[in-house]
């Protein structure tokens, strides 16, 4: 498995309200320890209730953000997944929320990469990688349209308290 293997046996609350979704990042993440919420409402009982590595989040549906609010809370690493609120103002918001990483639908079969970037970074003590940003950053410039960055630039300051990145390096992402 290499690289994947500190996937092996963590617990992740992956949290959804559509179910094919769940059931794909539990695939997608068969080595890890999976519980599903399809609402807030269960995701809080799991979170109450359980300890956990790592959490997924969709933003909209299952009131994301204050999911993230909570993990962060707990000391829990987030992940927010997201088709509908694919924009930079929530790429932005879950950055300065606290999100070790901002991930579009559209990439999850590449999740556990992500993944588990976030968990070695937590395991060294440190804070997230910004190597999911760079790694998107095509299909954001894509999405958002190549001005985006320039349009948005609260991002940087949020990137650079949020990761572990110096100035010189949010500026080659600019």
């Given at each position: ?128 990688s910004l190597g999911w940003f760079k ?17 948005h630039k609260d991002l940087w300051d949020a990137m650079e308290q949020t ?12």
């Amino acid at each position: 498995m290499g690289e994947l293997e500190i996937l092996e046996g963590k617990k992740v609350l992956v949290v959804d309200d559509e179910e094919d979704i769940l059931e794909t990042l539990e695939e997608l993440l068969d080595m890890c320890l999976i519980d599903k919420a399809p609402n807030y409402e269960t995701a809080m009982k799991f979170l109450k209730k359980n300890t956990y590595d790592l959490a997924i989040l969709d933003i909209m549906g299952v009131r994301g953000y204050d999911l993230l609010e909570e993990t962060r809370k707990r000391g829990v690493p987030a992940v927010m997944l997201t088709a509908h609120a694919l924009s930079p103002e929530n790429l932005i918001k879950s950055v300065k929320g606290g999100a070790q990483a901002y991930l579009p639908k559209d990439k999850m079969s590449d999740i556990p990469t992500y993944v588990t970037e976030v968990l070695k970074a937590v395991k060294e003590g440190e804070k997230a990688s910004l190597g999911w940003f760079k790694k998107l950053n095509p299909f954001f410039e894509k999405k958002f349209g190549p001005d985006w960055k320039e349009k948005h630039k609260d991002l940087w300051d949020a990137m650079e308290q949020t990761y572990r990145v110096s100035r010189e390096d949010l500026e080659q992402l600019m």
